[in-house]
């Protein structure tokens, strides 16, 4: 190292002491902080946190008067118990080190919780209403519950008392068949598992020969506010949220309250009370079906014993069915004996007409009327003969003339006096000269018959023929004459 004295150019204290590179000095000093501060708890404010594309967490821990940089690396951010975010009053585990890049030391995390209750609470209430604003929590999202599920899906800790107490519960109420799902329901991975559990079970089908349940119970035994945390984490709060199966919520005791609590379909104040609320008591339901059935039992022969009453009363007011079908047999056979005698009498009636008419006929008279009709006809006929005659006359007159007029008008006579009809190929005539020219072969109709021709289109676009001028010939140049060139 240099002093002053070399600027001066006078010797000082530890003028000949050897000079060291900056990344010796930096070397050094790392390995001092390093082993100084192996390992260190800091607690402060986080300030100014980003995420890189690289994964790794960047912030700093600031108090009244201080600054620290921290950072956390990819492999251990993934584990870390609380999500790190600007405001959180946070405790950092971890060391020490420098970062010679900039000069600078800091802290690089391997453990972080939040700084006391008061603060795990804010963060707690600002998540809350966070993700009430998302509508998480709404009513109209919750499920209702079966009345008698088949298959309970349990999520918990195997090894706790929580489990015992559901199963207990359950057989002394109405025995279930319970899926058991084992998770950690304390520490960084808690929030992960009981997440991947509740998924785990909306995602199982019918054909996968496992049952799917009917009923899920999330559950834990009661703890401290940093216990019952894994049950505060948003990853565990959308999961509930999107189940399909209805889920209770059993988690602490009946004064804890977690976020899944809102999320769940139905909250029970213990994990015993979410067993009760998940199955009726055997006992209880078949003491009531029995008492329904003598109760139905019991309606069906009161409704039954009235409506013999009131049709005994309503049959006491008609008459005899036995007199009345007699009445009106008696009225059909009436009715039937007057309709034979009723035809009777109309055929005799009818026959009588039929010969007085028959009598007032004499066939010499219809013979000479008969006559004098055939005489009136052929007399009739002879008198429109002649005018019939005379009129189609008349008529054979008026159309030999229009023949003969409209024979004048014909374009064959036109043909006789020397002029020609063209038409095209499809044998409509050709008016004009452009029709000619776009027709290319036409037909030329003359009185005695018809000659096929071709337009071209010549000078002024008349049409005819035309002659293609010659070329004219190059005058031979003659061998004798040398070039002038």
Known sequence: MTGDAGASGAAGPGH???????????????????????RVRVRGEISGFKRAGSGHLYMALKDDSAVLDAVCWRGTAGRLAVDPEDGLEVIATGRLTTYAGRSKYQIVIEALEVAGEGALLKLLEERRRKLAAEGLFEESLKKPLPFLPNVIGVVTSPAGAVIRDILHRLEDRFPRHVLLWPVRVQGDSAAGEVAGAIVGFNAIRGDSGIPRPDLLIVARGGGSIEDLWPFNEEEVVRAAAASDIPLISAVGHETDTTLIDHAAD????????????????????????????????????????????RLEAAGSGLPDPRSLIGIKTQQLDDRAERLDLGLRSLVREKRSAADRCGAGIRPAALVQLVNRRRDRAAELGARLQPQMARRLAELGERLEQRGKLLESFSYNRVLDRGFALVQDRHGQPVTDTAQATAAGRVTLRFKDGSLPARIEAGDGGAAGYAKKPRPRSKPTPDKDQGSLL
């Open 16 to 38: 000949n002491a050897p000079a060291v590179t900056v990344s010796e000095l930096s070397a050094s000093l790392k390995r001092v902080v390093e082993g100084e501060f192996s």
């Open 266 to 309: 139905r909250r029970a104040p213990t994990p015993t009370a979410a067993a009760e609320i998940a199955v009726p008591v055997r006992s209880e339901l078949v003491a009531q079906i029995l008492d329904d059935g003598r109760r139905l039992v019991s309606a069906m022969g009161r409704l039954r014993e009235e409506y013999r009453l």
